[in-house]
Structures are given as structure tokens and as C-alpha cells.
């Protein structure tokens, strides 16, 4: 039994964390490209624009992830119309909700970019590619609520490849649109736009499967219920993404202020990296929800411990894997974002990945267990521990830190922020067990 668990186990993350590698290339290989045309003004520009992008990719997971889980729990207990329900409301609130994005990036892209920090120097890059992301909205959040779906609905190859197609159009729109056709910001701006337009594509294939139960009802009734019950259940995954989003803006606040768009600069090619990193560890958590939810909703308590053991030892090698590989190769990673071949940033870049990356061996740990927490149904517990890791402890502490150790406080921040809610959740756990 223990071995089909865990070849369900592997067959499910590995998929996923493809396809999140994929889906996180998107900022990635804008990265990339912005620092060969446009240089450290370019990715300072970027860093700017990524918190958004984040709130936007929360919101969609949010309602996806949410409204997959329930999905999951009323499949596996034959409770099939309730489930389809679930489904057209999560597409419903998500156009909805994109749509009302798309709003604000029309009237308000160039005042939310002076909100994010930039100056005279960066402030036409940044709304170039603020405003492109932010009317795309809908498409982002559809295709996190439709990869969500189809992957909860047996099908994680599929959305896999979805994810993956996704990122490598980007790849190749981003050099067409920025090398050949030398559109700049707004070239790397549209290539990302494109990407999930193309994903979403692909993913309307699982719909020509006979198996599926999933299908779309024409009603423009939202029953609100569901809505309040999917948030319930998405919220801690929205928070660890709008979590990103704060820490990337406090950090560039202060970043800029100890180190100037040089400083913003080096951090950028940290987040990007950390983005990756990060979509591998969720990966592994939201590889492992959809069989976590369904052995719930089967109530079968020894299945749940097993993965549970699986997705633990699984994402604490991966965390140890990225630190060893960044810091022994940190000179090469740095040199493929700095271009122009800045010293400050350089310096800059590679302190920064020998002291972040540490909080990776925690941050494994805390993402696993916001998974696990709303798979089961304990959101409000989820919810907790995503809103100490992205507020309540990180931010005083940057700023705390920042002042004494200027910008190795500025990464010691993350770290402790990370170690101190492990051991928030070491503490809680070893409480249960002796009560």
C-alpha cells in the first residue's frame, strides 16, 4: 500500500513542480531578457512591477486552489453536481474579479508605480509593464483556476504541460518581441500576457475527455456560499502569494533607500531566483493537496500521515539541493542578470544569495503545513501561519535589522522570519501531541 502512495505521490509533484517551475519562468525569462536590453534600470523597473504580479497570481490560486480542493472532497464522496457547482462559480468570480484589475491598470497603472517605489528613472518602464500585466489579469487568473481543476480532476499531465508550453512561448515571444522586433518593456510586458492565454489552450483539452465531469453552465448567478466557503480554503495561499508581494515591496523600499536602484537591482535577480525556488517548494505542496483532500474526504488518517512524511522529506531535500547549487555556482547565475557587468551588484547579488537562501530550509517546512492545513479543512490555521511569515514578523524585522546591519539585515530578515514561524509550528505540533 505504502509503495502506490508514494508512486501516486511522485507522479503528482514531480508534474506539478515542472509545470510551477514553468509557470514561475514567466518574471524569470523577463528577467533575463530586460538585462541584456535594457540593463539594471531594466530589472530594477521589473522588481517594481513583480509584487503585482504576485497579488494577481494569488488571487488566481486563491480561487483555483480553493475551489479545486472543495472540488476534490465532494468528487471523492460521489457528490458530483455539487462539484461541477464549485467549479463554474470559481470561473465565474474569477472573471469578475480579473476584470476589475484590468480597471485599475487602465486609469491607475502610473500611480501605483510611484506607490512601489520608483523614481524619475524607472517610472515609464515601470508603468509600461504594470499597466500591460494588469489588464491581462483575467487570463492569469483563469489559467490558475483551470490548471487548479484539471489537475484535481486526475489529470496533472496535462496541466503540467500546459504550465510548461505556457513558459516556453514566453521564452520564445520574449526574443521575438524584445530582440527582433525591439519592443522593449512592453515586448517583455506582452510575451508574459501571451503566455497564459496559450496555457489556457491547451488546458480546454481536458474537456473533450469523456471522464470528466467538469463542464461549464452559461448563468451569470453566483452562489455566494461557495464563494465564501472557496476563499475559506484558498486564503492562506493567497496570503503566501500577497505575503511575496510585501516582502518585495518593503525590501525594495528599503533596498533603495540604503542602495539605490543599483541595490534594487541585485535584489531583483534574487527574487527572480527565489521565485523559482519557491514555485519548486509549492510545487511539492500542491502536488501532494489533491491526494491530501481525497484521502480526507475518504477519512483515511494513515494515507494522510504518509503523504504528509512524503511531502516533508521531499521539499526539505529540495530546499538543501537549491542552497548547495546557488551558492556554488552563484558567480555564473549572477553574471547571466548583470549584463553590463555592475561590480556593485554583482557584490551585492552574491552576498544576498549566501545569506537568503539559508531561510529555504524553513521556508519548506511552513509552506508544506499551510498546504496541509487547508487540504484538510483548517484554514483559519493556514491562514496564520502565511500572515506571520508575510507581515506580522518579516516586515518589523527588516527594518529592525536593516538599521543595525544595513543590507545583510535586509537578508537576515527572511531567514529569521522563516526559522522563527518553524519553530511557531514545531512548538504548536508538540503541544498537540503531550495534550
Request: charged share 10%; with cysteine.
Amino acid at each position: 500500500m505504502e509503495r502506490s502512495i508514494l508512486k501516486s505521490f511522485l507522479k503528482y509533484v514531480s508534474l506539478n513542480v515542472l509545470g510551477m517551475i514553468g509557470l514561475s519562468c514567466y518574471i524569470l525569462v523577463d528577467t533575463f531578457f530586460i538585462s541584456k536590453v535594457l540593463g539594471a534600470l531594466g530589472i530594477a523597473a521589473l522588481n517594481f512591477s513583480i509584487s503585482v504580479y504576485s497579488v494577481i497570481h494569488g488571487l488566481g490560486l486563491m480561487i483555483g486552489i480553493g475551489g479545486a480542493t472543495r472540488y476534490c472532497i465532494l468528487k471523492s464522496q460521489n457528490q458530483n453536481q455539487q462539484a461541477v457547482n464549485v467549479f463554474n462559480n470559481s470561473l465565474k468570480v474569477g472573471l469578475v474579479v480579473g476584470f476589475c484589475i484590468t480597471v485599475i491598470g487602465m486609469v491607475g497603472a502610473e500611480f501605483l508605480a510611484l506607490l512601489l517605489g520608483s523614481d524619475r528613472s524607472t517610472l515609464a518602464l515601470t508603468t509600461i509593464y504594470l499597466r500591460t500585466i494588469l489588464c491581462f489579469a483575467p487570463f492569469f487568473i483563469i489559467n490558475n483556476v483551470l490548471i487548479a481543476f484539471v489537475r484535481n480532476d486526475n489529470n496533472p499531465n496535462l496541466a503540467m504541460l500546459a504550465m510548461l508550453i505556457g513558459s516556453f512561448s514566453n521564452i520564445i515571444l520574449d526574443y521575438l518581441f524584445m530582440f527582433q522586433l525591439r519592443m522593449g518593456m512592453f515586448g517583455a510586458a506582452i510575451a508574459t500576457c501571451l503566455a497564459p492565454i496559450i496555457s489556457i489552450g491547451v488546458l480546454l483539452i481536458h474537456f473533450n475527455k469523456t471522464t470528466t465531469i467538469l463542464s461549464y453552465t452559461r448563468s451569470y448567478r453566483i452562489e455566494w456560499n461557495l464563494i465564501r466557503d472557496m476563499f475559506s480554503l484558498g486564503s492562506a495561499t493567497f496570503i503566501v502569494e500577497v505575503s511575496s508581494a510585501i516582502v518585495l515591496i518593503t525590501f525594495n523600499l528599503v533596498i533603495v533607500n540604503l542602495k539605490g536602484n543599483l541595490g534594487v537591482a541585485a535584489y531583483g535577480i534574487i527574487a527572480n531566483i527565489a521565485l523559482v525556488g519557491i514555485a519548486m517548494l509549492t510545487g511539492i505542496a500542491q502536488g501532494a493537496q489533491p491526494l491530501i483532500s481525497e484521502a480526507y474526504g475518504l477519512k483515511r488518517k494513515q494515507v494522510i500521515k504518509k503523504l504528509l512524511k512524503f511531502a516533508f522529506l521531499t521539499s526539505i531535500l529540495v530546499s538543501i539541493v537549491i542552497y548547495l547549487s546557488l551558492i556554488t555556482n552563484a558567480d555564473g547565475i549572477i553574471k547571466i542578470f548583470n549584463s553590463q557587468g555592475n561590480f556593485e551588484v554583482a557584490n551585492l547579488a552574491k552576498r544576498g544569495i549566501e545569506i537568503y537562501f539559508i531561510g529555504f530550509l524553513f521556508a519548506s517546512i511552513n509552506i508544506i503545513m499551510t498546504m496541509y492545513l487547508s487540504a484538510i479543512e483548517y484554514p483559519k490555521m493556514a491562514l496564520m501561519i502565511a500572515v506571520l511569515r508575510g507581515c506580522v514578523i518579516l516586515v518589523p524585522l527588516v527594518f529592525l535589522l536593516s538599521s543595525f546591519w544595513k543590507m545583510t539585515g535586509v537578508w537576515l530578515a527572511f531567514v529569521l522570519t522563516e526559522l522563527i514561524v518553524t519553530i511557531i509550528i514545531l512548538g504548536a505540533r508538540l503541544s498537540k501531541k503531550l495534550s
